[in-house]
Each structure stands twice: as structure tokens, then as C-alpha cells.
């Protein structure tokens, strides 16, 4: 691990102030990621703005009858929270499919949304990724390469990186909005669908966040009810990243929303495709997966995906 030094920060303004002063500094809170990165040297921030002190640590309700959730909320207590529980049952689900009960138990929210990919060449530091540093190359797209957990849709000739989060997934389907400040002091409320930035040419670039500005709550619109669900498919049965994983919203008359996680640069969503649900999994997957360019290793996420929406779809009937 490189030297960097250290600050706390009291306001959320004036971290982002700081960060946009500071060049190469970094927020911190939980740091359930980020020390991993730098403990790899695949981030090496020479200053850290820890913000775990700033007051965003609280589940608030808003006047549109919904919840604002401070990003320092960590993971558990956002799971654990009476209302998400009661009136957003698939972030909950999302939430404990995440990750350890030790992780969860430091990892807040906003965190959770910039967590960088578990794609295994961005973490070996003697292969070549565009993501890590620009312009070297992908070597999940050279021959031979393992791209089994990488993505089948919305990737790019730079990057075939899937987003790692799930509770994204499920904040995607319930039309989620992320406020910021910014190193000026304004504020910004993004909706979740337009946060994560194309990979394109310049996958390093993940968010459309500026320099220094800082997440300070996701929000929740009112509750639309329905049976929500949240299912995971990876290679063992904790601890694991998704291979797929969908976040469904059924109402009784067969409309809803859904998401997949595990295979995109971030939580796959389509409206378009929503509109499908009522003729069942394989239209909808037709829809939202008609453009996917998987590799020989990765096309089997397609059908995974269909067969478990249609087991999802199948239990919400029941
Ligand atoms: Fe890096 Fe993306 Fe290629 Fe993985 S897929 S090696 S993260 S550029």
C-alpha cells in the first residue's frame, strides 16, 4: 500500500470542497472496497477524506411519501429498516444477497453504488485494462480469456465489465434517485437510470458524477406495492458475486418492473421491456436481452436470466 494521508470531514460540502482541492484525494466510509483497491494498488489515492462523520447516517421519510436513505446508512441497518422491509421487500432481499454480514454490517449506501467490478483482470495488476489505466487494453477480450462472470450486454470493444452491485439491481426498479453536493455547495438529485455511465471508449469513467462531488442520500419514491422479489444465481451460495440476478416488481394484474444484475456495466433495466411482462419471461428476456454480445464462455447468463425471471414470475403467481 502506498502513503497517503488523512482527514475527517464534519459537512458533506466540505468534503466535496476538499475533494475537488486535494488532487488524487478520495472519499472513504466504509471502506469495504476501496482498502482492498489500494491494499492492490489498483487505486492509490494520496489523500483520504474520511465521511463517515458528516450526518448521513439516518432513514428519513419525505413529504412525497416516500425515503430518503442517508449514504452513510450501512447496508445492514438499510436492510434491517421497518419500512424497507414493509414497503420495498426487494431492496431488502437485494441487500442480504450482497456480500458478508460482516461487510454488510460496514458498508453503507452510497459505497455500495461505487463499488468498482469484480472483473478478474481490472485486480491482476499484470494484465492489461482499460479500466485501470487507460489505453492499455482489455484483457478479458484477448483469446483464452475467462469471461465466464463478465458481461453480455451493454459492454463495449473497451470493456466487458459487469457492475458488481446488488443492491443497484433492486434500487433500479424502484426508480431510485441519488442526491450529490457538489465542491461548490450545490445539490444534485440523478435518477438511479442515469447514474452509471457508458463504458464506450473510457470505461474508467463510471458515473456521471464531477470532481469531488459527493453522493448524500438515495431516495425512494412512495410505494407501488406489488410482490417484490429479488433472486441471485452465482457459484456457491454466499459470499459470491451474481453470475445473474433479477429484481422483480409483479402487481396482481401481471404488470411490473424488472432488473438484472451480473450481466451489464450497471443494473439492467427497460421499460420497453416491462411492458412485455404480461406475456411472460422469454419476451420480456427477448426485449431486454435482444442486443447482447456474450462470449463462448458468458452466452449461458442469457438463458439463465429467462429461466429465472419465468421461476420468479411462476412463484409470484402462486
Ligand atoms: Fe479491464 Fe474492463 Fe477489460 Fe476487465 S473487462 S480487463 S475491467 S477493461
Redesign the pocket.
Known sequence: MREFSYERAATPAAAAARAAEVPGARFIAGGTNLLDLMKHEIETPVHLIDVNGTGLDSITETEEGGLRIGAMVRNTDLAADARVRRDYGVLTRALVAGASGQLRNKATTAGNLLQR?R????YDTN??????SPGA?????DPGAVTRG??VVG?SA????THPSDMAVALMVLDATVETVTPEGDTRAIPLAGFYAA?GET?DVETVLGAGEMITAVTLPAPIGGTQMYHKVRDRASYAFALVSVALIVQPDGTGRVALGGVAPRPWRDPAAEALMPRGAGAVMARLLGDATPTEDNAFKIALAERTLAGLLAEAKE
Do not use: E, V
Open positions: 467490478t472483473c478478474p483482470y481490472f494484465m492489461p485494462c482499460n479500466k485501470r487494453g482489455c484483457a478479458a477480450q463478465l458481461g459492454t473497451a470493456c466487458i465489465a463504458p470505461p
